[in-house]
C-alpha cells in the first residue's frame, strides 16, 4: 500500500475527530479482542486487559505511528506485543512455581466464540499444558505466522532458544494428541 | 505434506465481540487519555476562576456601561434630532442561522446556534456524525454496532429512522449532494474493499459503489452541481485530489505530483478547489508541515496560499466564498500538536486572522450558512463553541464532555415552517 504519511495524518485526524475515532474503534475492537482471546487460550478476563493495554498504548503513541501499516495492522502488532508480555509474565511465574493463570481448559468464554473448530479447541488444550515460553512460541509462529527471527524478538530471547523450544512444543504435542502424528516438520 | 498443527492454528479467526460493558468503558478510558494528552496546560483555560481574561471583561463592561450612561443623560433630550425614527434602529440579519446538530456520548441532539431548546433525537449511544440535508428536513448519520455500521437517516424530529447503506466496518461520515437526491460516503474497512466510496439515495433503494479501485479512496466533497465527487486516491503511488462524475465515471487525478495532497473543496461557484499540500522534506514517513492551497476545477492554476510553517488542514469555504477557513495544528518539540488553532483568509490568501487563542483546542468546524460565525469543537473545555469570521464573539454554546465530532448548522434559508 502506497500510503505512509498520508495514513499517519489520516488516523491522527481519526483519532481526534471522537465520532471517527469511535467509528474505527467499534470496527477495531473485535478483531484486537478475538485476536487476543485466540491466543490466551479463550480466557475473557485475560483478553480484556490485554486488549485495554493494547488501546491505552496505542492512544499514548499515537505521534509514533508513521502510517508506514495499516493502523488494524499497528495495533495488533501493539497486541502482539502486548501478548508477548503477557507470556514472559507468566513464564517468569510459573518459575517461581506460581501458575496461577494457567491451567488446562481455563477458557471462560463459549467455545464457539473462540475456538473455530474441535481439532483447534483439541490442541489449545494441549497448548495449555505446555510450559509457557512453549506455548508462546508455538503461538506467535503459528498463528501469528511469525519468521523464529521475530518470535525471538517478541519474546526477548535468541533464535536458537525459540527453534529448541518449538521443537519441544511440537514433540509434546505429539505425544499429547495422537491425531497429530502425521505431522510433518517444515 | 501438511502440517496439521499449522493448519489448525491458522485456521481463520473470526473477530469477537467483547462484553458492551467493556468496550465502553475502555472507549472512555481512551477518551480520557486523548483528553489528557491534547492539553498542554495542567488546568483548562476557563477553569482558572477568576482569570485575567474574564477580569479584562468585566472591567471593560463596567467601563461601557458608565460610558453609556453619561452619553445617554447627554443626549437623551436631542434624540428626535439624531435618530431617523422612520427606519429600524439597526438591521435584521438576512439570513437568520437553524439549528445545530451535534453527537453527544453516541446521542444526538439538536439545539439552537445558543446552545437553547436542546432536543435529543436518538437515544442509541451510538449514533455519530450527524449532517443535515440540504433542505434542512432531514439528518443523515452513522450508527455503530457490534456488526460494524451504516448510514442511516431520520427526520429532523428523530422519527422515521431507516438505514440507507450497507453494513460497513468503518463507514465515514455521510455528505449530502447539494441537492439533497444522494448521500456519499466512505468506507475504509481494513479488508479487501478498503476505502470504497459509496452513493446512496436517502430512501436506501440505490446502494452504488461508485469507485472500482480497491484501495485508498477518501470521500471530501460534492460539487456546488452536484454533478462530481471530489476525493483523495492513492491510485497513483501518493495521495491525489481526484474528481469523477458523481455515477463513479471519468476518475482524473487533479494533482499529478510526487507530494501528497489531501482535503478537496470545491468553492461555492465550483470554479475552484482549496485543499492541503505536505510541504517541506518528508521525514520519519511524514511531511514536516502542510499548506493550504487552491487551484481550479480542472486541475489547472495551483496556488500556495499558507507559508508551511504550520499543519494547516481542512480548508472549508464560507457559503458566500468571501473566506477559506482552516485548522492549524501548531506543533511543540517533543510533545506532537500543541495548539490547535482556526484561521480564516481571502481566496487569494490575504487578510489571514487567527480566530481561536493559543489555549483553544479547536478541532473540527462548520461554517454558519450565513458565513457570519464558525462552531466547532472546543476540546480544551470539552464542548461546542462559535466564534465570529473577524475572531470576535467566542463563546461556549453546549459544556457536555460527551461531545463528540463536529457539529453541523443547518440552513436556516431552507428551514422548514415549525
Given at each position: 500500500?502506497?500510503?505512509?504519511?498520508?495514513?499517519?495524518?489520516?488516523?491522527?485526524?481519526?483519532?481526534?475527530?471522537?465520532?471517527?475515532?469511535?467509528?474505527?474503534?467499534?470496527?477495531?475492537?473485535?478483531?484486537?479482542?478475538?485476536?487476543?482471546?485466540?491466543?490466551?487460550?479463550?480466557?475473557?478476563?485475560?483478553?480484556?486487559?490485554?486488549?485495554?493495554?493494547?488501546?491505552?498504548?496505542?492512544?499514548?503513541?499515537?505521534?509514533?505511528?508513521?502510517?508506514?501499516?495499516?493502523?488494524?495492522?499497528?495495533?495488533?502488532?501493539?497486541?502482539?506485543?502486548?501478548?508477548?508480555?503477557?507470556?514472559?509474565?507468566?513464564?517468569?511465574?510459573?518459575?517461581?512455581?506460581?501458575?496461577?493463570?494457567?491451567?488446562?481448559?481455563?477458557?471462560?468464554?463459549?467455545?464457539?466464540?473462540?475456538?473455530?473448530?474441535?481439532?483447534?479447541?483439541?490442541?489449545?488444550?494441549?497448548?495449555?499444558?505446555?510450559?509457557?515460553?512453549?506455548?508462546?512460541?508455538?503461538?506467535?509462529?503459528?498463528?501469528?505466522?511469525?519468521?523464529?527471527?521475530?518470535?525471538?524478538?517478541?519474546?526477548?530471547?535468541?533464535?536458537?532458544?525459540?527453534?529448541?523450544?518449538?521443537?519441544?512444543?511440537?514433540?509434546?504435542?505429539?505425544?499429547?494428541?495422537?491425531?497429530?502424528?502425521?505431522?510433518?516438520?517444515? | 505434506?501438511?502440517?496439521?498443527?499449522?493448519?489448525?492454528?491458522?485456521?481463520?479467526?473470526?473477530?469477537?465481540?467483547?462484553?458492551?460493558?467493556?468496550?465502553?468503558?475502555?472507549?472512555?478510558?481512551?477518551?480520557?487519555?486523548?483528553?489528557?494528552?491534547?492539553?498542554?496546560?495542567?488546568?483548562?483555560?476557563?477553569?482558572?476562576?477568576?482569570?485575567?481574561?474574564?477580569?479584562?471583561?468585566?472591567?471593560?463592561?463596567?467601563?461601557?456601561?458608565?460610558?453609556?450612561?453619561?452619553?445617554?443623560?447627554?443626549?437623551?433630550?436631542?434624540?428626535?434630532?439624531?435618530?431617523?425614527?422612520?427606519?429600524?434602529?439597526?438591521?435584521?440579519?438576512?439570513?437568520?442561522?437553524?439549528?445545530?446538530?451535534?453527537?453527544?456520548a453516541g446521542q444526538i441532539v439538536s439545539m439552537e446556534a445558543d446552545g437553547s431548546g436542546e432536543i435529543l433525537l436518538t437515544d442509541t449511544g451510538r449514533d455519530y456524525s450527524p449532517a443535515w440535508?440540504?433542505?434542512?428536513?432531514?439528518?443523515?448519520?452513522?450508527?455503530?454496532?457490534?456488526?460494524?455500521?451504516?448510514?442511516?437517516?431520520?427526520?429532523?424530529?428523530?422519527?422515521?429512522?431507516?438505514?440507507?447503506?450497507?453494513?460497513?466496518?468503518?463507514?465515514?461520515?455521510?455528505?449530502?449532494?447539494?441537492?439533497?437526491?444522494?448521500?456519499?460516503?466512505?468506507?475504509?474497512?481494513?479488508?479487501?474493499?478498503?476505502?470504497?466510496?459509496?452513493?446512496?439515495?436517502?430512501?436506501?433503494?440505490?446502494?452504488?459503489?461508485?469507485?472500482?479501485?480497491?484501495?485508498?479512496?477518501?470521500?471530501?466533497?460534492?460539487?456546488?452541481?452536484?454533478?462530481?465527487?471530489?476525493?483523495?486516491?492513492?491510485?497513483?503511488?501518493?495521495?491525489?485530489?481526484?474528481?469523477?462524475?458523481?455515477?463513479?465515471?471519468?476518475?482524473?487525478?487533479?494533482?499529478?505530483?510526487?507530494?501528497?495532497?489531501?482535503?478537496?473543496?470545491?468553492?461555492?461557484?465550483?470554479?475552484?478547489?482549496?485543499?492541503?499540500?505536505?510541504?517541506?522534506?518528508?521525514?520519519?514517513?511524514?511531511?514536516?508541515?502542510?499548506?493550504?492551497?487552491?487551484?481550479?476545477?480542472?486541475?489547472?492554476?495551483?496556488?500556495?496560499?499558507?507559508?508551511?510553517?504550520?499543519?494547516?488542514?481542512?480548508?472549508?469555504?464560507?457559503?458566500?466564498?468571501?473566506?477559506?477557513?482552516?485548522?492549524?495544528?501548531?506543533?511543540?518539540?517533543?510533545?506532537?500538536?500543541?495548539?490547535?488553532?482556526?484561521?480564516?483568509?481571502?481566496?487569494?490568501?490575504?487578510?489571514?486572522?487567527?480566530?481561536?487563542?493559543?489555549?483553544?483546542?479547536?478541532?473540527?468546524?462548520?461554517?454558519?450558512?450565513?458565513?457570519?460565525?464558525?462552531?466547532?469543537?472546543?476540546?480544551?473545555?470539552?464542548?461546542?463553541?462559535?466564534?465570529?469570521?473577524?475572531?470576535?464573539?467566542?463563546?461556549?454554546?453546549?459544556?457536555?464532555?460527551?461531545?463528540?465530532?463536529?457539529?453541523?448548522?443547518?440552513?436556516?434559508?431552507?428551514?422548514?415552517?415549525?
Amino acid at each position: 500500500m502506497a500510503r505512509t504519511a498520508d495514513t499517519a495524518i489520516w488516523f491522527r485526524e481519526t483519532l481526534e475527530d471522537e465520532s471517527a475515532f469511535r467509528a474505527w474503534y467499534d470496527g477495531a475492537l473485535p478483531r484486537v479482542y478475538g485476536y487476543l482471546l485466540h491466543r490466551c487460550g479463550g480466557q475473557r478476563s485475560v483478553a480484556e486487559d490485554l486488549t485495554q493495554e493494547a488501546f491505552v498504548e496505542l492512544v499514548r503513541s499515537r505521534r509514533s505511528f508513521d502510517g508506514r501499516s495499516d493502523p488494524m495492522t499497528w495495533v495488533i502488532g501493539i497486541a502482539r506485543h502486548k501478548l508477548a508480555d503477557h507470556f514472559r509474565r507468566l513464564a517468569r511465574e510459573e518459575r517461581k512455581r506460581l501458575r496461577v493463570v494457567r491451567g488446562p481448559v481455563a477458557n471462560d468464554a463459549s467455545t464457539e466464540t473462540w475456538a473455530a473448530s474441535e481439532r483447534r479447541q483439541e490442541i489449545w488444550r494441549a497448548m495449555e499444558r505446555l510450559p509457557t515460553m512453549q506455548r508462546a512460541a508455538l503461538t506467535l509462529h503459528y498463528m501469528d505466522d511469525l519468521p523464529v527471527s521475530a518470535v525471538a524478538a517478541e519474546l526477548g530471547k535468541s533464535e536458537a532458544a525459540i527453534g529448541s523450544l518449538l521443537a519441544r512444543g511440537r514433540e509434546t504435542l505429539r505425544r499429547e494428541l495422537p491425531t497429530l502424528n502425521e505431522v510433518d516438520d517444515d | 505434506m501438511t502440517d496439521p498443527i499449522r493448519e489448525t492454528l491458522q485456521a481463520p479467526e473470526r473477530p469477537v465481540e467483547p462484553d458492551v460493558a467493556f468496550a465502553d468503558e475502555l472507549f472512555e478510558r481512551l477518551r480520557e487519555e486523548m483528553g489528557h494528552r491534547a492539553r498542554p496546560l495542567v488546568l483548562p483555560r476557563r477553569r482558572r476562576i477568576p482569570n485575567p481574561s474574564l477580569r479584562r471583561v468585566l472591567l471593560a463592561a463596567a467601563v461601557l456601561i458608565v460610558t453609556f450612561a453619561i452619553l445617554a443623560a447627554i443626549l437623551w433630550p436631542l434624540r428626535d434630532r439624531l435618530v431617523d425614527r422612520s427606519k429600524p434602529a439597526h438591521d435584521v440579519p438576512a439570513v437568520v442561522n437553524g439549528r445545530l446538530v451535534a453527537s453527544r456520548a453516541g446521542q444526538i441532539v439538536s439545539m439552537e446556534a445558543d446552545g437553547s431548546g436542546e432536543i435529543l433525537l436518538t437515544d442509541t449511544g451510538r449514533d455519530y456524525s450527524p449532517a443535515w440535508s440540504p433542505d434542512g428536513r432531514r439528518i443523515a448519520f452513522i450508527r455503530s454496532s457490534g456488526r460494524g455500521s451504516a448510514i442511516w437517516i431520520m427526520d429532523a424530529d428523530g422519527s422515521d429512522q431507516i438505514q440507507v447503506s450497507d453494513q460497513g466496518t468503518m463507514v465515514q461520515p455521510p455528505i449530502w449532494s447539494p441537492t439533497g437526491a444522494f448521500i456519499a460516503y466512505s468506507d475504509l474497512s481494513s479488508d479487501a474493499e478498503t476505502g470504497a466510496i459509496w452513493r446512496v439515495t436517502p430512501d436506501g433503494q440505490e446502494r452504488v459503489r461508485v469507485t472500482t479501485y480497491a484501495d485508498g479512496n477518501f470521500l471530501r466533497d460534492w460539487s456546488p452541481d452536484g454533478a462530481k465527487l471530489a476525493f483523495e486516491s492513492d491510485r497513483d503511488g501518493d495521495v491525489d485530489i481526484w474528481v469523477m462524475n458523481a455515477d463513479g465515471s471519468a476518475p482524473t487525478n487533479l494533482t499529478q505530483n510526487s507530494v501528497s495532497d489531501w482535503g478537496p473543496a470545491f468553492s461555492p461557484d465550483g470554479t475552484r478547489i482549496a485543499f492541503y499540500r505536505g510541504f517541506g522534506r518528508p521525514k520519519h514517513g511524514g511531511w514536516s508541515r502542510t499548506a493550504i492551497w487552491t487551484m481550479n476545477a480542472d486541475g489547472s492554476d495551483p496556488v500556495r496560499l499558507t507559508d508551511g510553517s504550520r499543519f494547516d488542514i481542512h480548508p472549508r469555504w464560507s457559503p458566500d466564498g468571501r473566506w477559506i477557513a482552516f485548522r492549524a495544528d501548531m506543533m511543540s518539540k517533543g510533545a506532537g500538536v500543541a495548539v490547535v488553532r482556526l484561521y480564516r483568509m481571502a481566496p487569494d490568501g490575504s487578510d489571514l486572522r487567527g480566530l481561536t487563542d493559543r489555549e483553544t483546542q479547536a478541532l473540527e468546524f462548520e461554517w454558519s450558512p450565513d458565513s457570519t460565525t464558525l462552531v466547532f469543537v472546543d476540546d480544551d473545555y470539552r464542548g461546542i463553541a462559535v466564534v465570529g469570521a473577524d475572531g470576535t464573539g467566542f463563546r461556549t454554546v453546549a459544556t457536555d464532555p460527551t461531545v463528540i465530532g463536529i457539529p453541523d448548522w443547518q440552513a436556516a434559508s431552507e428551514r422548514p415552517a415549525g
